[in-house]
């Protein structure tokens, strides 16, 4: 089975059909159908949590939240190691601290990383890449 991290920048792409949507929402069928898994940084989720209230209001940003518990995403608990393979991140590469979560969460896993944001090409020796 195919293990994904989904960053921020990917399921917004799915919420907002941007050009690559199609991407996640294949992912997502396919983890649907047990045929791979969809893993997300509690530090991710919360981006878009905070992405959408800033945009839509605190309403549609809980209600986001319903939806993505409805989705075939395990959302996971940073915990001290995944803290400080971020941290190392961040110095080393200059990533977002945020991304650095989605980051050190794919390699933890043995995950490609599902993203749109190109701040992740800094990444891109250390850790698989889908780009949506």
């Not at 949507?21 to 905070?50: P, Q």
């Not at 050190?104 to 896993?109: D, E, I």
């Not at 990383?113 to 800094?122: E, G, K, N, Q, W």
Request: glycine share 8%.
């Amino acid at each position: 089975m195919k293990n994904f991290v989904l960053d921020a920048s990917a399921l917004m792409t799915f919420f907002e059909d941007r050009s690559g949507a199609e991407k996640v929402e294949a992912l997502l069928a396919e983890a649907a159908e047990g045929k791979g898994r969809l893993m997300m940084s509690v530090v991710n989720w919360g981006e878009v949590f905070y992405s959408v209230w800033r945009a839509h209001g605190e309403a549609a940003a809980e209600a986001k939240i319903r939806e993505i518990g409805q989705l075939p995403i395990e959302l996971m608990a940073v915990d001290l190691g995944l803290a400080k393979a971020s941290a190392g991140l961040k110095a080393g590469h200059g990533l977002p601290y945020a991304d650095c979560f989605a980051a050190a969460l794919a390699q933890a896993r043995e995950a490609t990383l599902v993203t749109s944001d190109r701040d992740f090409a800094r990444a891109k020796s250390l850790v698989k890449i889908v780009w949506v």
